[in-house]
């Protein structure tokens, strides 16, 4: 049997809707998911489908897995079941690019120094992690709040935290917030998956590993 084409699940289902919202949500849903297709991509997601959607005015990610939301959800299956039957498939996944070649990749100067300044970090705090790791007993460190003088009366240490973005300046900060913005990936080909890793969107190319997003922001955010 032959898959049918997304366009006519779509009209089946405005057939069934009884609410002139719930056509634009399909419509939203739609043009999003041949967005997706028009640009050779696989992942069809109701995650990645509904962010996508919200930035455009549709229906957000947690409204697609609402039990009201079932008709939204077959129209996304529809579409991933004809990406199928059309011949795209799921790309291996690439080798992680070298952090030069990640740099060189980004053609904004003040965005490639900031990446540069977040790998160093990133590098820095393995290392961390790795000699904490072979210690065999971990003391947990009670630390003070940022910004604030403590005095240890066991060491007769004076201790003061400093919070990360004190070290940056507000044009830093904002030049972070670009660099993870959808409108940022998006004018790059890029796409964020929910791993916090940034892919190329056609390829599926690994261009900064799990967590990378969700450390930036957890920095500018902190």
């Known amino acids: 049997m ?4 997304p366009d006519q ?3 089946s289902l405005k057939q ?3 609410r002139s919202n719930k056509v634009r949500n399909l419509e939203a849903i739609h043009a999003v998911c041949d967005e997706v297709y028009a640009a050779g991509g696989v992942d069809y997601s109701y995650a990645l489908i509904g962010r996508m959607s919200e930035r455009q005015g549709g229906p957000a990610a947690n409204t697609l897995y609402s039990t009201a939301s079932a008709d939204y959800r077959t129209l996304v299956d529809a579409w991933e079941a004809y990406a199928k039957a059309q011949g795209q498939k799921r790309p291996v996944k690439a080798q992680l690019a070298t952090d030069d070649e990640l740099l060189q990749r980004v053609d904004d100067p003040s965005i490639r120094m900031l990446l540069s300044m977040a790998i160093a970090e990133r590098n820095t705090l393995r290392k961390q992690l790795n000699t904490l790791r072979s210690q065999a007993n ?3 460190d009670l630390r ?8 240890d009366t066991k060491r007769n240490e004076v201790i003061q935290v400093i919070t990360p973005l004190e070290g940056l300046t507000s044009m ?8 993870i913005s959808p409108a940022f990936l998006k004018a790059q080909g890029w796409t964020e998956t929910e791993d916090g890793e940034v892919v190329v969107q056609r390829t599926g190319e690994v261009l ?5 997003t969700h450390a930036v922001r957890a920095l500018i955010t902190a």
């Open 144 to 151: 003070p709040l940022p910004g604030v003088a403590n005095v």
């Open 9 to 11: 699940v779509l009209e």
């Open 172 to 179: 830093q900060i904002d030049s972070l917030q670009r660099a």
């Open 2 to 5: 032959a898959t049918p084409h």
């Open 138 to 140: 971990i003391t947990v």
């Open 208 to 212: 900064f590993g799990p967590g990378y």
């Open 16 to 18: 069934k809707a009884k």
